[in-house]
């Protein structure tokens, strides 16, 4: 068996540190405590009740994605078009290695339509570059974790200095040798945690932000977590024998919400938007996972499903965005709006 080929969700976990994991298909880090949890039915900015975040995880063929990495690439321009038309943002979380390769007019094209643009560490896959008989931070100390860090930051900054203000690790894989590393570098917000998970029911973490705790240490950072069980992988492309837990997982999600689940642009579509009608419902928030690579894959399910998955959601969120009904923000707004929903809401706490 290949790496490739290696389950995600069996490999071993914290073989370093104590703390951390992943959050997704049924697993749990361990040692994880939300610390200061902002409450649901908050008023944000624009008077809504409910915020909605679209991320991108960008990492071309440098992760395990099979598609095409030259269109991928080619599609930013109009995804982020897309995007400033409908007049909402976005944020990329871009891995290091490939904004060094595809230069400044790539990263810059992301910053010009006003999105955020965020680190997904500088090497995508570890055993790249340090083991192949490892792949997760968590099975790295302090010294791999800072480079990671480190050099995925900097990686973006001098394209643009002044530009990353969060991170998110590839695979949202972590433990406290990361988060560390992601302090000392001074960055305002990760996003690593599950929302919800279908596989384990309740195993989830809220949509709410928080400061992470793992173990004793309370994190700075704010926590955003995300959909880790309905995003693109999982309904469009996750293979339904190979990779069974995640596809169950979305179709569980499906069956709690009386829809139908189809593995098709459309389907997909409908999922995404019953997941903002529940959040304007819950009046909360919710945090969308996109990897772009995956929406360039070969499939008799669509011809294009950067046109018929991604730019109907943009379309949807525009509009609700223009009717005040969501307030549509990146991860860096939503950290800023944490920070000062925190403070004012409970002065006498820490
Ligand atoms: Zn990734």
Redesign the pocket.
């Known amino acids: 068996m290949t790496k490739q080929q290696k389950s995600l969700v069996e490999q071993g976990r914290n073989m370093m540190g104590k703390y951390g994991g992943f959050s997704f298909g049924g697993q749990q880090p361990s040692g994880v405590n939300p610390y200061r949890q902002m409450a649901v039915c908050t008023t944000f900015p624009n008077g809504a009740k409910s915020a909605i975040l679209l991320t991108f ?1 960008v ?1 071309g063929c440098y ?1 395990n ?1 099979v598609g095409d990495e030259a269109k991928e690439v080619a599609n930013y321009k109009r995804i982020c078009e897309k995007i400033q038309r409908c007049g909402i943002t976005a944020t990329f ?1 871009v ?1 290091g290695q490939m904004a060094e390769d595809y230069g400044p007019e790539f990263v810059n094209r992301m910053l010009d339509s006003g999105c955020e643009v965020a680190s ?2 500088y090497w ?1 896959d570890l055993d790249r570059a340090f083991d192949e008989d490892k792949i997760y931070a968590g099975q790295y100390g302090p010294e791999v974790n800072a480079e990671q860090v480190k050099r995925g930051v900097e990686a973006i900054e001098k394209i643009k200095s002044g530009t990353v203000n969060g991170f ?1 690790l ?3 894989y972590f433990n406290e040798f990361s988060y560390q590393a992601i302090e000392e570098v001074g960055l305002k917000w990760t996003s690593h945690v599950g929302i919800d998970d279908f596989v384990v029911p309740g195993q989830g973490y809220g949509p709410m932000p928080f400061r992470m705790q793992l173990g004793a240490k309370i994190y700075d950072m704010v926590e955003i977590p995300m959909d880790s069980q309905t995003y693109d992988w999982s309904v469009l492309v996750a293979d339904e024998k190979a990779n069974t837990t995640f596809v169950d997982a979305a179709r569980a999600y499906c069956e709690s919400r009386g829809i139908e689940f189809n593995r098709t642009p459309a389907g997909a579509v409908r999922i995404w938007k019953q997941r903002i009608s529940d959040a304007i419902e819950q009046q909360s928030i919710f945090t969308f996972l996109c ?1 772009p690579i995956n929406l360039v894959t070969e499939s008799e399910k669509w011809d294009d499903a950067v046109e018929e998955f991604l730019f109907p959601v943009i379309e949807y969120l525009g509009q609700l965005y223009q009717q005040d009904k969501i307030w549509v923000c990146t991860c860096n707004e939503l950290a800023d709006f944490y920070k000062t929903e925190m403070k004012s809401e409970n002065t006498n706490v820490q």
Do not use: L
Request: hydrophobic share 5%; proline share 7%.
């Open positions: 995880d990492e992760s994605g979380c891995v997904h560490g995508h998110r590839p695979y949202g990897h």
